[in-house]
């Protein structure tokens, strides 16, 4: 029988044995092997998903010295960040081929990021928190730079140390703002000092602006996003799909952390701002994305852009715009990891990133085109696929908030998002190709494209049980 | 806070200490700035009651880290003629508006912000540090030596040549 604490721990003790044990047993077969070892990682990921569906049972509770904490919100982003370490770890199995060594450490950290994520979840107290934005983050800075013979990763991956640094360097600033003008950085003493308080002392502010820019560093919104076209093109193809999923919704899981769930009363002090620059990310990743070639680049846009509309549930402040938050993340875990599956699939087979070569592809794999037609339709905002509805309960949030020029400048950017995805669509399918050999696509990534394709029309069309889950997520913030 | 005059002696020279980083020509005489500046830290510190976080950060931070800068630094070997470009005017003004504009700004803040009720004053011995590292931060603790793990992977899977 498990001690009461550990098993409410179980998702993170299974990820991080796993990471330690992964290190170690290639240790013992000396790189012999290893090209299984993501895939077989993966497979080991699976069991994760019944304990936390188990845990949902448990209710909330907060422990280890207020450190922290199981809640539904919580469990909802757990899901999420365990579903994209799956897919992610299923692209790496395909791109090991291509790294010339150290495979095993390379899915040891995507582990150890994923445990940074699930840890930022459950985090009850701000140094928690930032210990576990940092796991994340360090990870990050090192698999962006693994490609050491590749002048544009190691590239990618300076920039990413220094402007990470720095948004760091701003959160950590903030959270001893918060400390100083608080008294305390648990969630639960702060969540005290503020009740009731519609204004905010200076410190408080001061701080929450601090804290604030951190964010906005980690999920990629205006004001700091300029790391994210050259990061994202740079660094190898699963630990970019895997920035935009996993370390998009840490950030903004710490978002509605901060802003809804401590920040809520003083809402009319920062909400404006907030939706001012949800409205800059917005136009800024989909107005700079139409002259993009690069396809990875075009993703890093599009990500700002898909931030920018994801900030409008954070700067509604309501229950139903923070669900609309944790909903548009789901459904933006299956669009976005369903194209860096065709990416990472057609890079193998092509060695190319540049949209020009995508031409054709139709004819070169009907299945892989069609699911990126699909993923692109839902990223754009097409019904019936999960990205609609997403969009949907994101601009409804803000018109019922009073955002109305907010839902306008969104809804505009959905005509800019369509037009280069659509111009995508038409080189996949309208264009001849140059080479027309077939592109093989193995069975993992055949399964992992069926299961984000099932995920996309089905959250779409039953959208349902997903907007109640995560209405349940964050009901007792409000 | 006993002696006014011994803290903003330290204030003093942490302030200088941090200004020297700024202005230093060469960037030897940046990191021998900080040193100045940490040693003020630590002796702030001191005045605070922490003494195991003022040890720590003479031995790790102006020992040891400092060190490392300096190492850096000679093994770039950088010219002030190379270091020029960063000095243009343009560059200055931008920094020194947004410095100020940061300062203005916290100074403004700092002045009205009140001792909130319920901070003790902690002990800072290493029994007090090592008593709440193992209780109340044992999982922040743990999670950071993750993240030190990952520092070393990182490091070995960067620089290593033959792996």
Redesign the interface.
């Known amino acids: 029988m498990m001690p009461p604490h550990l098993w409410y721990l179980a998702p993170e003790l299974w990820v ?1 044995g796993l990471a330690a044990l992964i ?1 170690l047993v290639d240790l013992a077969c000396k790189g012999k092997g290893s090209r299984e070892i993501p895939l077989g990682a993966a497979i080991a990921l699976l069991p994760v998903a019944p304990i936390l569906l188990l845990q949902v049972n448990l209710g909330t509770r907060t422990l ?5 904490r199981l809640d539904p919100l919580a469990l909802f982003f757990k899901v999420i960040f365990v579903a994209a370490g799956i897919l992610v770890l299923v692209m790496t199995r395909e791109f090991s081929r291509t790294l010339e ?2 495979h095993a ?1 390379f899915t ?2 995507i582990l ?1 990021a994923l ?2 994520m699930l ?1 930022a979840a459950s985090s009850a ?1 701000f ?2 928190l930032f ?2 934005l ?2 994340i983050t ?2 990050f ?2 698999m962006t ?2 490609l ?1 013979t590749d002048a544009r990763s190691l590239e990618a991956g300076l920039k990413y140390l220094i402007l990470g640094s720095i948004a760091s360097g701003l959160f950590l600033y903030g959270i001893a ?1 918060v400390y ?5 950085t648990s969630f639960a003493g702060l969540r005290q ?1 503020l009740a009731g308080r519609t204004t905010l ?3 408080l ?2 701080g929450l602006l601090l804290i604030v820019s951190g964010i906005t560093f980690k999920a990629a919104c205006v004001p700091l996003h300029l790391w994210v076209p050259d990061v994202y093109e740079g660094a190898p193809t699963p630990v970019t799909a895997f920035l935009s999923v996993g370390s998009k919704s840490a950030g903004f899981v710490a978002a509605l952390r901060v802003l809804h769930e401590l920040f809520l009363p003083a809402s009319n002090q920062w909400a404006g701002l907030i939706a001012w620059l949800a409205g800059l990310t917005i136009l800024y990743g989909n107005l700079c994305a139409i002259p993009q070639k690069n396809i990875k680049r075009l993703m890093g846009y599009s990500s700002i852009g898909h931030a920018g509309y994801i900030l409008i549930g954070v700067a509604a402040a309501s229950s139903l715009g923070s669900a609309a938050t944790s909903f548009y993340l789901a459904g933006y875990l299956v669009s976005n990891l369903t194209i860096f599956l065709v990416i990472s699939a057609f890079w193998q087979a092509v060695g190319s990133d540049e949209m020009a070569d995508y031409a054709g592809l139709s004819r070169r794999s009907p299945f892989l085109a069609a699911a990126m037609f699909v993923a692109l339709l839902s990223l754009a905002g097409v019904p019936p696929m999960v990205g609609f509805f997403g969009k949907f309960l994101l601009l409804l949030s803000a018109i019922q908030e009073g955002f109305l020029w907010v839902a306008i400048v969104g809804a505009a950017a959905v005509v800019i998002s369509l037009y280069y995805y659509l111009l995508l669509v038409a080189t996949m399918y309208a264009d001849p190709p140059k080479d027309p050999t077939p592109i093989p696509v193995s069975l993992p990534v055949r399964l992992a494209l069926y299961a984000c394709l099932a995920g996309i029309l089905g959250i779409g069309i039953f959208q349902e049980p997903c907007v109640r889950l995560s209405l349940a997520a964050v009901r007792s913030f409000f | 806070m006993e002696s006014p005059i011994l803290f903003y002696g330290l204030a003093f020279v942490t302030l200088l200490g941090a200004l020297g980083v700024l202005l230093a020509r060469h960037p030897v005489y940046a990191v021998l700035s900080l040193v100045a500046a940490l040693f003020g830290l630590s002796g702030l510190f001191v005045l605070l009651g922490a003494f195991f976080v003022a040890a720590i950060q003479i031995l790790v931070y102006a020992g040891a880290i400092l060190v490392l800068f300096l190492f850096v630094v000679m093994l770039l070997d950088l010219r002030p003629d190379e270091l020029s470009r960063l000095r243009s005017a343009t560059w200055r003004g931008a920094a020194l508006g947004l410095g100020g504009l940061l300062f203005w700004q916290t100074a403004r803040v700092a002045r009205t912000l009140p001792i909130p009720a319920g901070v003790q004053p902690v002990e800072g011995t290493v029994v007090a540090v090592g008593k709440l590292l193992f209780t109340t931060y044992a999982l922040p603790f743990e999670a950071a030596s993750l993240l030190l793990l990952v520092g070393v992977i990182g490091a070995v899977v960067l620089a290593k040549k033959k792996l």
């Open positions: 991080a290190l280890l010295g207020g450190m922290y060594r150290a450490e040891a950290l150890l445990l940074g840890l107290s140094l928690m210990v576990a940092e796991l360090i990870s800075y090192v730079a693994y050491k703002w100083g003008a608080a008294g305390t000092a002392s200076p410190g502010a001061l």
